[in-house]
């Protein structure tokens, strides 16, 4: 049996020995309570801090602009949620193809209306549309993601950021898929939040941080304790912040060469699939997109099959966002995009990372034509 190919880093990335090494000294030698006075506890608030500067850093932020969290989705939810509590008569504003952590925040937030701004058919939001309704309806909190999930496409956040700060809007991103892969400093791009995961870079689960720009005002979710600036109260994973800067440190350090050579991997990927398999359709493809990921349909195959049949081969890949898993109806992200759902529904993402070969590559793509035809018959 071939060695097992993974293709699903957009759903999660091994953990970096960095990571873990970094994870495992504060679990063993520095394991009391941050918030605790006493020696153990000093320790930790030691190596919290110096985690959170860390982390700032990389990103080119304050450390006090840094809130860690539990994950993405909590960064995500503090954010839009945090924002839309302060003035529920604001509307609140986000792209159609955001990551549900966004989208079903702003759908449950109690604000004065829900502006979900449309994407062309390659996945690019029409920054125009953003102008108006900033201009027109000033929402409390507009959020656009950096680089989407499922098909990779990027955002101009930049140009949106900028508006946005020009009208006093503060302008929320998801930057989970981001990180690591672009350049992402908040010194240039002047967001008011963005939100990050540790596990997308080879850090543990369950840690994620919030950037909140200096000024930017933000409401609670959870009650309790004064931890991270009120804003996220509860006994403070220190061993996770301190993997978690490790991790962004070691993917920025090599970010260039690494996604040079991704990037390259993703392109023969998609061209040996259309020549392969007839009728591929490669999502997005005109689109700027991550060198990471790679969307592609296979009209008259079912998906689901699709990824089982490339499992019993050994190859990991999937049919879009990892949480979405189960999902009978055809990717959201499509959909926005106003793809047909004969080819929405048949699709599945390969996402590459580090320690992608050349030998994955060649392994899909002597064994995803097979698994198409006995799909399709």
């Known amino acids: 049996m071939p060695d097992p190919v993974y293709l699903d880093y957009a759903a999660t990335a091994p953990l970096r020995p960095e990571a873990r090494d970094a994870m495992l000294a504060v679990l063993s030698e520095r394991w009391g309570n941050a918030s605790s006075i006493h020696r153990w506890g ?183 304790g004064g931890q991270e600036r009120g804003l996220r109260p509860g006994t403070e994973d220190v061993a996770g ?5 490790a991790a962004a440190e070691a993917a920025e350090a090599e970010r260039e060469e690494v996604m040079a050579r991704i990037g390259a991997l993703r392109d023969r990927l998609e061209a040996g699939l259309r020549a392969r398999v007839p009728e591929l359709v490669v999502n997005a493809a005109a689109a700027p997109r991550l060198p990471t990921i790679s969307n592609v349909s296979v009209p008259g195959a079912d998906p689901e099959m699709l990824l089982v049949g490339l499992d019993l081969e050994g190859i990991a890949a999937s049919s879009g966002s990892a949480c979405s898993s189960g999902a009978v109806t055809p990717s959201h992200v499509l959909t926005a995009m106003g793809v047909a759902p004969e080819i929405a529904g048949p699709s599945v993402r390969f996402s590459l990372g580090r320690e992608t070969t050349e030998a994955d590559i060649d392994r899909v793509l002597d064994v995803f034509p097979s698994v198409v035809e006995r799909v399709r018959s």
């Open 42 to 224: 000093r320790e930790a608030r030691a190596a919290l801090e110096d985690a959170r500067a860390r982390f700032a850093a990389v990103i080119g932020a304050n450390p006090a602009e840094i809130v860690f969290t539990r994950g993405g989705t909590e960064a995500d939810n503090l954010a839009v949620l945090g924002r839309a509590g302060l003035d529920p008569h604001r509307s609140v504003a986000c792209s159609a193809i955001e990551h549900k952590a966004v989208l079903q925040a702003t759908r449950s937030a109690r604000a004065g209306s829900l502006h979900e701004i449309p994407v062309d058919g390659d996945g690019r939001i029409d920054v125009d549309q953003v102008q108006a309704i900033v201009a027109g309806d000033s929402p409390s909190v507009l959020s656009v993601v950096w680089a989407n999930n499922e098909v990779g496409v990027m955002q101009p956040v930049n140009e949106i950021a900028g508006i946005c700060r020009d009208a006093g809007v503060a302008f929320h991103s998801d930057a989970v898929q981001a990180l690591g892969k672009l350049r992402v400093r908040v010194d240039e791009v002047p967001a008011a939040l963005l939100a990050f995961s540790a596990h997308k870079i080879g850090g543990p689960k369950g840690v994620g941080a919030l950037f909140v720009r200096r000024g930017t005002q933000l409401a609670p979710l959870m009650h309790g």
């Open 241 to 245: 912040a301190v993997a978690f800067a």
